[in-house]
């Protein structure tokens, strides 16, 4: 078979599983497990197969018309696009998805609604492959709006608590909100372009010989970001992703991993020439960038939830991608989104078996709990592995992607790439300087909090502080008033932790042993700086030493800092009966309450968005209510009194009728009459 | 047909109008009365002489025939009937005060406009018209048995059928059913009505 | 003679007859006038007859057959009045009432001006409410039938 058919075969293999999981996943439950997981590891397979032949050479095209659009230049077709950037990323896809459906046959072992969940995440999967692949807008726009869907579901998977509803339905208006724009601008730019491929379109943007430019750059560009922005959880569009911790565990780590959010920036990369023909829309993105990255990073340091932790540095990590775009190189962008996938996919996949060995999402209780390390020993070593990337300490695959992108932005702060506004790589360098430091803080009050027991109190000190600790523990798993959006599996879906053994809590193997195959691309996958420059532009992603030694410094002195501070307060917290062992605590000071809050982005929302269209809908109804309903009472009303009058004549009297029979029979033979002789007396 | 114009008018009546009228005017007073009349066994009686007041009025206008059927039929036989009805039914003798509706008054108003249109309709066509009484006999029974075997006989046989049918049906109406035979009429009233309303 | 006085006659003596149908209340009352409102069209056949002169005759062959219809007209009826005597217990046309159309709240005042007196009124809204009162008692028993059904 040729690549270009395997190459079909990987979107499709998901969907058609997808849709015969949902077809038999009633009458049929025994195909269900084989029908998620096949599908997804052979598209996985044929990916890898299709990435090793076209081997970063020049991009393989292949194009059938799918439909005319009423003008020939622009009609919508089935088109594969097979560059570098996409059959790695296929890849990424793939082997997350993979392990997501392998985790989830044992994390939604009881779960009753396994097969629509498993076929929607499989649906998920093709989707994001079909965006990777397509070089057509409007097939990728397709594939961008079904992952829309997908979320919606997935996200409100446990519908039948509020959070979930509610998170799942933001999810749904946010990134619909980014979409509309986003829909304008493909429009806008294949219109000015004449083209809906993106080869084409990219072609003729980029050689100089066809002399096509776009007469609007930065609109065309600031409408495509609005897009971006919603799936790929930038500031300001961001808040739906903390929320959308709602759902399971693994649609998480696929949502913040490896689809989702990653489209967003990948659909920038491939689209790069059309922002870098704009400085403004260049800076507006690492403006952006920027905010985002370090606003994430703060309050991803107050957070009490383990899996808003995890959102808030998703976000964080996704705007170093879109910093990387910002300062336009897409080569470090992707690099970067390969080993975010790789290692928060591991981070989500732990921090699930975490929350099932501590039975709550809070990292309060869990650090007063302590001994989690000892439990879940195969989640502790990988968190930990996944944690070090994360806070991109070497040598492990999240330093060098960072580094490739402090690199880029470095290159573009001194003004050594062409077309790149040095002002964009200053913001993104600095940025991201900062971001590193909070990086490591917040990996490390993660890995401090969750695994590392508590200090054990001073001589002399008052209190059964162990006692007190798990009482608490008790009492917050029923409801962890710590929590503020408590994700509800620990009540719903937590599969029984079963296999009592030696007194430890066994999780399922399977979950286990994805854990372990993901901690490999987390440890080695940073090496790919060597090979991969070949597969996407030839730019080189090697770290440079100025950015390596800054950010790495940065990085330990964060972590560093946040283990000193861990000692003073954990030890102050033993000491007194209400102390808080978080160091976020103490490092945020007065900015831990707004950082907590999201930066209180939600109350503003609900104030410039929410309430005005509360109001409006009360006045409408209002309107339907007072005036329109009155019309139609009015109608009812009229016809009912007209009844009535009519209906008192109905006496049931024989008399009555026929007199007003004769009366009226006596009246029109008077006129009968009258106007007989009118005509002749007159 | 002849116009009134060679023959008397109305303030000189001949010897037939004068007795025409005074016969007219007895029957419709006792007319009259039989719709009024708070005694409904006189409303029957005073029927009788409306009817018989009618049947000279034939004779008058020269219709024997008519006459004498009339006085047969109706004077011997529907009063006799209503009369019976009356019975049948319990009507009460005496005086019954609630003989006649409220509604009297829209029904006398009815009455009277119908009374005055058809009044002022008839007269001011028939003014001058004269009918002529004196010569032969117009309904003599031989004339009107030739008329009616004659010309007629098919209606008439159509109408014996007619009554043969209005004959079986007031027997079938006037049977009791098997199944009420034992009961009183106001108790299957009370359940009727009951059932009725509900 | 002029045609006027029998045909003005006539016109009386139908109208006497209009009033006595539209205002008696007895059944039978209402016949007789009915026989009123025939034989003034008997008359006026007869008197239009006389003036005519055709040799048809049909005049008077109508006015037989009239006389004849009014026979049986007046037995089928007072057959029929028999019957809703026996069944209803009265001849009253104002207590035939079964077409009458209730409205929904208790009978609107329009009914009340046809009524012929408030006594008799009282006497059917009596009746009125004793016949809910049953009917009542009646729904109360098949809901406990039913709930005894559901709790075996």
């Given amino acids: 078979m040729s690549t270009i058919v395997l190459a079909a075969l990987v979107p499709a293999l998901p969907a058609l599983g997808a849709v015969f999981g949902l077809l038999l996943g009633r009458t049929a439950p025994g195909f269900v497990r084989p029908l998620a997981v096949l599908p997804t590891l052979a598209a996985t397979v044929l990916a890898v ?16 018309e799918l439909a005319p659009t009423g003008n020939d230049a622009l009609a919508v077709h089935l088109a594969l696009n097979l560059d570098g950037f996409a059959v790695l990323v296929a890849v990424l896809v793939g082997v997350v998805a993979s392990c997501v459906q392998l985790y989830s046959t044992g994390y939604l072992r009881e779960d009753p609604r396994y097969p629509s969940y498993a076929a929607l995440v499989s649906l998920f999967t093709a989707a994001m492959l079909l965006v990777v692949y397509s070089d057509d807008l409007i097939v990728l726009l397709v594939g961008w709006e079904v992952m829309g869907i997908c979320s919606y579901f997935l996200v409100g998977h446990y519908w039948e608590t509020p959070a979930a509803r509610s998170a799942s339905l933001k999810a749904f208006l946010v990134t619909k909100l980014g979409d509309v724009p986003f829909l304008i601008g493909i429009l806008a730019l294949a219109s000015e372009t004449g083209s809906f491929r993106i080869s084409t379109v990219l072609a003729r943007l980029t050689s100089p010989l066809s002399g096509t430019d776009l007469a609007h750059p930065t609109l065309i560009a600031l409408l495509l970001l609005a897009g971006v922005a919603g799936k790929s959880a930038l500031f300001p569009l961001h808040s739906w992703l903390p929320d959308a911790m709602a759902g399971p565990t693994p649609v998480s780590a696929l949502i913040h991993a490896a689809t989702m959010v990653a489209s967003g920036v990948y659909v920038v990369g491939r689209l ?15 403006v952006v960038a920027g ?17 808003r932790v995890l959102a808030y540095s998703t976000i964080s990590q996704l705007a170093y991608m879109a910093g990387a775009l910002a300062v336009g190189d897409r080569g470090a962008s992707v690099f ?12 989500f996949l732990s921090a699930g078996v975490l929350i099932h060995a501590a039975g709550t999402n809070s990292l309060t209780v869990m650090s007063r709990t302590g001994g989690l390390a000892r439990r879940v020993p195969d989640a502790f070593w990988t968190m930990s592995i996944a944690l070090l990337a994360l806070a991109a300490i070497p040598p492990f695959s999240g330093f060098f992607s960072k580094e490739a992108v402090l690199a880029a932005a470095e290159h573009a702060a001194f003004g050594e790439e062409a077309g790149i506004p040095a002002a964009a790589g200053w913001l993104v360098l600095v940025a991201g300087l900062v971001t590193a430091l909070l990086t490591a803080s917040y990996a490390v009050r993660l890995w401090l909090l969750a695994y590392r027991p508590p200090v054990a109190p001073p001589q002399g000190a008052p209190g059964p502080v162990r006692a007190r600790a798990e009482a608490d523990t008790k009492a917050a798993e029923g409801v962890p008033e710590h929590v503020p959006q408590q994700a509800p599996e620990t009540a ?13 809590l066994r999780e399922p193997a399977v979950m286990t042993t994805v854990l372990w195959v993901l901690a490999v691309p987390s440890l080695v996958l940073g090496l790919g700086f060597l090979p991969l420059p070949d597969w996407f532009d030839g730019r080189s992603l090697a770290p440079t030493v100025t950015t390596s030694v800054l950010a790495t410094g940065v990085s330990l002195v964060g972590g560093l800092v946040t283990y000193a501070t861990w000692r003073h307060s954990a030890t102050l917290a033993a000491a007194r009966p209400h102390g808080d062992p978080d160091p976020g605590l103490l490092l945020l000071g007065p900015l831990h309450r707004h950082a907590a809050a999201g930066f209180h982005l939600d109350a503003l929302y609900t104030a410039a968005v929410v309430r005005p269209v ?57 006129v009968a009459v009258l106007a007989a002789t009118g005509n002749g007396g007159a | ?14 010897g037939v109008e004068v007795v025409f009228l005074l016969v007219g005017l007895v029957t419709l007073g006792a007319a009259i009365v039989t719709v009024t009349t708070r005694q409904l066994v006189h409303a029957a009686l005073w029927l009788v002489a409306a009817l018989g007041g009618v049947a000279v009025e034939y004779l008058l206008l020269t219709a024997e025939f008519i006459a004498w059927v009339q006085v047969l039929i109706y004077v011997g036989s529907v009063v006799v009937l209503l009369l019976f009805g009356l019975m049948l039914t319990r009507a009460p003798i005496g005086r019954s005060p609630d003989a006649d509706a409220t509604r009297r008054w829209p029904a006398l108003v009815v009455a009277l406009a119908a009374a005055g249109t058809l009044v002022t309709v008839v007269v001011d066509a028939f003014r001058s018209t004269w009918v002529e009484v004196d010569g032969a006999v117009a309904g003599a029974s031989k004339v009107t048995g030739v008329a009616l075997f004659r010309h007629w006989v098919l209606p008439f046989e159509a109408l014996s059928v007619l009554l043969l049918a209005a004959l079986v049906g007031a027997i079938v109406l006037s049977r009791r059913s098997g199944d009420g035979a034992g009961r009183t009429g106001g108790r299957r009233a009370d359940e009727r009505g009951g059932k009725g309303r509900s | 003679m002029h045609l006027a006085y029998p045909a003005v006659l006539a016109v009386l003596l139908f109208c006497v007859g209009l009033y006595g149908v539209l205002a008696r209340r007895n059944a039978v009352l209402v016949l007789m006038s009915v026989e009123l409102m025939l034989n003034a069209v008997n008359l006026n056949l007869v008197a239009f007859d006389v003036w005519l002169r055709d040799s048809l005759h049909a005049g008077q062959a109508l006015t037989l057959f009239t006389v004849a219809l009014a026979a049986a007209e007046i037995g089928i009826g007072l057959a029929i009045v028999l019957q809703v005597y026996r069944n ?46 049953r009917e009542q008692k009646l729904a109360q028993q098949g809901r406990e039938t039913s709930a005894g059904g559901q709790t075996e």
């Fill in chain 1, 49 to 64: 197969l299709v990435a090793v032949r076209q081997g970063g050479g020049p991009a393989l095209r292949a194009a059938t």
């Fill in chain 1, 272 to 286: 790069l020439p059309v922002f870098t023909a704009s400085a403004a829309a260049l800076v507006v993105l690492a």
């Fill in chain 1, 291 to 307: 905010v985002t990255m370090t606003g994430a990073a703060l309050a991803a340091l107050a957070q009490d939830d383990v899996k």
């Fill in chain 1, 336 to 347: 970067h989104l390969l080993t975010h996938g790789a290692f928060k996919a591991l981070l």
């Fill in chain 1, 492 to 504: 719903l879906a937590a599969p029984e932790p079963v296999h009592e053994k030696d007194g430890q």
């Fill in chain 1, 614 to 670: 509360r109001g409006a809908a009360q006045l409408v109804r209002f309107f339907d209510r007072a005036v329109v309903d009155t019309y139609v009472h009015g109608a009812g009303h009229g016809a009912r009194l007209l009844g009535a009058a009519v209906r008192r004549a109905q006496t049931g009297n024989v008399q009555t009728y026929l007199g007003a029979l004769l009366t009226g029979t006596l009246v029109l033979a008077v």
């Fill in chain 2, 1 to 14: 047909m002849t116009l009134a114009a060679g023959h008397p008018g109305f303030l000189s009546p001949t």
């Fill in chain 3, 88 to 133: 209803r217990g009265t001849s009253d046309i104002d207590r035939l009432r079964d077409l009458r159309e209730d409205a929904d709240p208790p009978p609107s005042p329009a009914h009340l001006p046809l009524r012929t007196d408030a006594q008799e009124t009282e006497q059917e809204l009596a009746q009125q409410s004793r016949e809910n009162g």
